[in-house]
């Protein structure tokens, strides 16, 4: 039988390494691996990929992303990329003078060190925009930044109390300065406009083709239900699965509404049959265990400090009750359901691999691969339970690096020991731990070759500064298996992630071998050609 598509003359990265030069694929699935006897299968149909050095590799998987809400930012107000506060409000005005038409201005993405402690006013906000409310959500989606129209219109007052899962940020004399974190978001986002289904459909389209032109062919869909004010994906990935439009390989995560308990559980069950169809599984489920370090609402086994260096009496939020969590694990992990905890503090760490151990105990053995996402601080003491546990470390490697909203939001709330339990890719990999890797999109790029610049490296692409925390680098074969191989198991797609005779062919060609060039180079690295099961679903231009 003739191979459909023959990939020739290049590297090729197999589970045993950078150790055969020729591909054959047959229909979806890869059918010989090898070198000059694979030419064999060449027929007068088969497409022949000359790599002409270039490296081949299993296709790119994100273990946590939201490409929805991605999607929809970027036909919004999209503040991805500006540093100051004068670009980010030169760009809140240029947008909202291009569409006049548009009752509020939505979007997000803004940095939270361009402003001071990362809390920016409503008196910036409606210097640029003061007649419609404007709901712009940070960069990492834990707070969102409102005017004063928008607080007007949602009843926002000084006598307004904090909600339990959030906090309004106030003025000097009381008054809600104009930044709502985690929950208080909810208080002006449930007035925003709703999105419609053609809108959720085009956004998990184009956000596809944006991760397709990375070599992402598979994904693992951080929350699929309604939180915050974030859109519910799940029509837009059941219409795509039914349509066919769906070429990425999709795992829902359900969202764990935190406001209730186990008695959603039979509902969870019923979502999950409903939204599974094609390339789309819903068979996971989020539960949001804390917050992030930088507006202190990340759990903390002991409290953070104040700007003095003093202590203080903030241990973080725990959004989900710490003695019933175990409880609800136990039960969804005998339901067969996944748990794809968000864990940032060393506290909401050691919750979650408490409730995956009174699984273990409860239910024996079990193949649900639970994961924790972030993994921001890890106290050493939980290091190796990830291993023992078989808990998946889901890490996010853009963030391990010095930068603004690290060095100065973070490291000194932190104090100096626990700086050093940040983002621990080494230990966790000399541990035993199975790692998998993701991006958080929009909260950071989704570039999978910047993240492995990162993970390598430990700094920022194109950065000349310190190297933050040098003894977590992991090696590149290390950081593409978490990318690749990692990131498959995570989602349990066990015929993907590895290039060898019986895999599906989701497959990567990147335009050079990064192995051939120093790792301060790896970001320069670009996807060529992406292919899931075979069929080609980007190609650069002159690929």
Same mark, same amino acid.
């Given at each position: 039988?003739?191979?459909?598509? /023959?990939?020739?003359?290049?590297?090729?990265?197999?589970?045993?390494?950078? $150790?055969?030069?020729?591909?054959?694929?047959?229909?979806?699935?890869?059918?010989?691996?090898?070198?000059?006897?694979?030419?064999?299968?060449? @027929? =007068?149909?088969?497409?022949?990929?000359? *790599?002409?050095?270039?490296?081949?590799?299993?296709?790119?998987?994100?273990?946590?992303?939201?490409?929805?809400?991605?999607?929809?930012?970027?036909?919004?107000?999209?503040?991805?990329?500006?540093?100051?506060?004068?670009?980010?409000?030169?760009?809140?005005?240029?947008?909202?003078?291009?569409? =006049?038409?548009?009752?509020? %201005?939505?979007?997000?993405?803004?940095?939270?060190?361009?402003?001071?402690?990362?809390?920016?006013? !409503?008196? *910036? /906000?409606?210097?640029?925009?003061?007649?419609?409310?404007?709901?712009?959500?940070?960069?990492?989606?834990? @707070?969102?930044?409102?005017?004063?129209?928008?607080?007007?219109?949602?009843?926002?007052?000084?006598?307004?109390?904090?909600?339990?899962?959030? #906090?309004?940020?106030?003025?000097?004399?009381?008054?809600?300065?104009?930044?709502?974190? +985690?929950?208080?978001?909810? /208080?002006?986002?449930?007035?925003?406009?709703?999105?419609?289904?053609?809108?959720? *459909?085009?956004?998990?389209?184009?956000?596809?083709?944006?991760?397709?032109?990375?070599? %992402?062919?598979?994904?693992? &869909?951080?929350?699929?239900?309604?939180?915050?004010?974030?859109?519910?994906?799940?029509?837009?990935?059941?219409?795509?699965?039914?349509?066919?439009?769906?070429?990425?390989?999709?795992?829902?995560?359900?969202?764990?509404?935190?406001?209730? @308990?186990?008695?959603?559980?039979?509902?969870?069950?019923?979502?999950?049959?409903?939204?599974?169809?094609? #390339?789309?599984?819903?068979?996971?489920?989020?539960?949001?265990?804390?917050?992030?370090?930088?507006?202190?609402?990340?759990?903390?086994?002991?409290?953070?400090?104040? !700007?003095?260096?003093?202590?203080?009496?903030?241990?973080?939020?725990?959004?989900?009750? =710490?003695?019933?969590?175990?409880?609800?694990?136990?039960?969804?992990?005998?339901?067969?359901?996944?748990?794809?905890?968000?864990?940032?503090?060393?506290?909401?760490?050691?919750?979650?691999?408490?409730?995956?151990?009174?699984?273990?105990?409860?239910?024996?053995?079990?193949?649900?691969?639970?994961?924790?996402?972030?993994?921001?601080?890890?106290?050493?003491?939980?290091?190796?339970?990830?291993?023992?546990?078989?808990?998946?470390?889901?890490?996010?490697?853009?963030?391990?690096?010095?930068?603004?909203?690290?060095?100065?939001?973070?490291?000194?709330?932190?104090?100096? +020991?626990?700086?050093?339990?940040?983002? =621990?890719?080494?230990?966790?990999?000399?541990?035993?731990? $199975?790692?998998?890797?993701?991006? &958080?999109?929009?909260?950071?790029?989704?570039?999978?070759?910047?993240?492995?610049?990162?993970?390598?490296?430990?700094? +920022?692409?194109?950065? $000349?500064?310190?190297?933050?925390?040098? @003894?977590?680098?992991?090696?590149?074969? +290390?950081?593409?298996?978490?990318?690749?191989?990692?990131?498959?198991?995570?989602?349990?797609?066990?015929?993907?992630?590895?290039?060898?005779?019986?895999?599906?062919?989701?497959?990567?060609? /990147?335009?050079?071998?990064?192995?051939?060039?120093?790792?301060?180079?790896?970001?320069?690295?670009?996807?060529? *050609?992406?292919?899931?099961?075979?069929?080609?679903?980007?190609?650069?231009?002159?690929?």
């Amino acid at each position: 039988m003739h191979a459909d598509l /023959l990939f020739t003359n290049g590297h090729v990265l197999t589970p045993e390494g950078r $150790t055969a030069t020729a591909v054959a694929v047959t229909g979806d699935r890869i059918t010989a691996v090898g070198h000059a006897e694979v030419h064999d299968l060449a @027929g =007068p149909g088969t497409q022949v990929v000359d *790599l002409a050095g270039r490296l081949l590799l299993p296709g790119f998987q994100d273990a946590h992303v939201h490409p929805v809400p991605a999607g929809l930012e970027l036909t919004q107000c999209d503040l991805t990329g500006t540093k100051t506060a004068a670009d980010t409000l030169a760009a809140v005005r240029a947008y909202a003078d291009a569409h =006049p038409e548009r009752e509020w %201005i939505t979007g997000g993405g803004w940095s939270m060190e361009a402003f001071e402690g990362g809390t920016p006013t !409503k008196e *910036l /906000l409606d210097s640029v925009v003061a007649d419609r409310p404007v709901y712009l959500p940070n960069r990492d989606h834990h @707070g969102a930044w409102v005017n004063s129209r928008a607080l007007e219109l949602a009843g926002i007052t000084r006598d307004t109390p904090d909600p339990a899962d959030g #906090r309004i940020e106030r003025d000097a004399s009381g008054e809600p300065a104009g930044t709502l974190q +985690e929950g208080a978001m909810q /208080l002006v986002g449930r007035l925003t406009p709703p999105t419609t289904p053609g809108d959720r *459909l085009a956004a998990l389209l184009h956000a596809q083709r944006h991760l397709h032109a990375l070599g %992402i062919t598979a994904w693992q &869909d951080a929350i699929v239900g309604k939180f915050a004010g974030m859109a519910d994906p799940s029509d837009a990935y059941l219409t795509a699965a039914r349509d066919g439009s769906l070429t990425a390989r999709v795992v829902g995560a359900l969202w764990w509404d935190r406001e209730r @308990g186990a008695e959603q559980i039979p509902e969870l069950v019923e979502r999950r049959a409903a939204l599974s169809h094609g #390339r789309f599984r819903a068979c996971s489920v989020k539960l949001m265990l804390d917050g992030v370090a930088e507006t202190g609402t990340a759990a903390l086994l002991d409290p953070y400090l104040d !700007k003095c260096g003093c202590v203080t009496g903030n241990r973080g939020t725990s959004f989900i009750d =710490p003695d019933q969590l175990p409880k609800y694990v136990v039960e969804l992990d005998a339901l067969g359901f996944q748990c794809h905890f968000h864990a940032l503090g060393d506290r909401a760490v050691r919750n979650a691999l408490d409730a995956v151990e009174a699984a273990r105990e409860a239910n024996g053995p079990s193949d649900t691969r639970p994961h924790l996402a972030h993994l921001q601080v890890v106290h050493p003491d939980d290091v190796a339970r990830f291993a023992r546990l078989g808990a998946v470390a889901n890490i996010q490697p853009l963030w391990a690096a010095h930068e603004p909203q690290m060095d100065e939001l973070t490291i000194p709330f932190l104090g100096p +020991e626990r700086a050093l339990w940040q983002y =621990p890719f080494g230990a966790l990999l000399r541990s035993g731990a $199975t790692l998998a890797a993701g991006s &958080d999109w929009p909260v950071s790029s989704p570039d999978p070759l910047h993240g492995i610049h990162v993970a390598v490296n430990r700094v +920022e692409p194109g950065s $000349t500064g310190p190297v933050f925390l040098p @003894g977590e680098r992991i090696g590149l074969a +290390e950081a593409l298996t978490a990318y690749t191989a990692g990131s498959a198991y995570a989602n349990h797609l066990d015929d993907t992630g590895r290039v060898a005779a019986g895999a599906l062919a989701d497959l990567v060609v /990147l335009d050079r071998d990064p192995f051939a060039a120093p790792p301060e180079e790896i970001a320069q690295t670009r996807v060529a *050609l992406t292919y899931v099961g075979g069929a080609e679903v980007y190609a650069a231009d002159g690929a």
